[in-house]
């Protein structure tokens, strides 16, 4: 049987605040060296899917910077299988994608050119280990149109998903998109096998629906469980996180830095493939204190500055006196002398100026501070938990020396002059 894998990389992640502003949520950084979609990716290759369409649309550079030809996955192939990418074109009766099935049902014709038997598809901007072989195996044992992957959450976060009901033999009998009030835990992961010819009927079914959002949690899979009776759910139970809140990215960093890890990044018998930069070793120099924590290749780590419970990015460097705790620091991030992070999430090339203080210990659930791309927080300044300091910002944007919670620092600039 021959697969071809699907990964809905266009999501505009608005509830990840700054990091989504000038990136689509697949292409955000995770970990350290990865980016989330790094995850999807191998999966498949790990998995022996040497054929996959990655279908992108909000903000898509970063993304395809970093794919490329899909070299890091094995997936540069010229004549068989291989890597293609996606995006929105004009053409009569196409446009900008409406919703995932839209996305799909779009370049649906492109898809089926390799012929198929079985259609994965996927969302990029999951963190998660899963052998989407076993799935196959459990797909045609049931003689299933669609088997849905489930996995288990508390309760108190099931409404963010769709909430799947099945029998004894696991055949979906209901399922609901992002109730208000779920009665089940049991909820779906996003990841769908399909027999190729339902998918183009479905496809095509939801097409000519008018009033349809064109989604497949919100129209297609409660239409088809509600019509068929070979609908089935394949019960995941492995480390899952859609990593779609400030909270749940924070808190999926810190899964990692557990001993023994929620995630465990280091099984070389499932290795989790990257674009990775030309980075010098870390230096952590004599007295500095790192504990419990991700430190990549290119930091530097000075004489009296301490790094606790935190994940630092390539090319992070942590000056004399400074503090890093429960933090995340990406790529080529400076914290100046004397500085204190605390429960925060620094972007790609900030500066955190000397003495100031961003976030803090929490009180509860914490608040986590944000600091976005290419930003500066002048000397002296605190960001409080729960401020969001946007992107591009500079000192000349600051009208307060404390940014309190809830408040938001955006730059004066014009885009012309970024």
Known sequence: MKTRAIILAGGEGTRLSVLT????????????????????????????????????????????EHI?????????????????????????????FIGTADAVQQNFAFIKRSDPDLILILSGDHVYKMD?????????????????????VPLEEASRFGIVSVDENQRVTSFVEKPADPTSNLVNMGVYLFTRQVLDDELWKDHLQKDSSHDFGKDILPKMVAERDDIYAYPFSGYWVDVGTVNS??????????????????????????????????????????????????????DGACVYRSVLSPGVIVRSGAVVHHSI?????????????????????????????????????????LVGKNSVVPPGTVIQPGAVVGTDVIPPDYTVSVVQSGQYIQTRRLPNEL
């Not at 950084?29 to 999807?40: C, N, T, V």
């Not at 070299?71 to 299988?81: A, C, I, K, M, V």
Request: glycine share 8%.
């Open 329 to 369: 620091l990406l790529t080529d991030t400076q914290v100046q002398p004397g500085a204190v992070i605390k429960y925060a999430i620094v972007d790609k090339r900030s500066t955190i100026g000397e003495k100031a203080v961003i976030g803090g210990d929490p009180d509860g659930e914490p608040a986590i501070a």
């Open 21 to 64: 502003f000038k990136r689509t949520k697949p292409a955000v950084p995770f970990a350290g060296k990865y980016r989330i979609i790094d995850f999807p990716l191998s999966n498949c290759v790990n998995s022996n899917i040497f054929d996959v369409v990655i279908i992108a649309q909000y903000r898509p550079q970063s993304l395809i």
């Open 132 to 152: 989407y072989d076993a799935l196959i195996r459990y797909h045609l044992e049931k003689k299933a149109a669609v088997t849905l992957c489930t996995i288990q």
């Open 249 to 302: 990215y924070w808190q999926a960093h810190m899964d990692l830095l557990c001993v023994p890890p929620t995630l465990d990044l280091h099984t070389r018998g499932w290795v989790i493939h990257t674009r990775s930069e030309e980075r010098p070793p870390a230096n952590i120099q004599k007295g500095a204190r790192v504990e419990d924590s991700l430190v990549c290749d290119g930091c530097i780590i000075e």
């Open 68 to 96: 490329g030809a899909g070299g890091p996955w094995d997936l540069d192939r010229e004549f068989t299988g291989g890597l293609k990418i996606f995006t929105p074109y004009k053409a009569r009766g196409a446009g900008w």
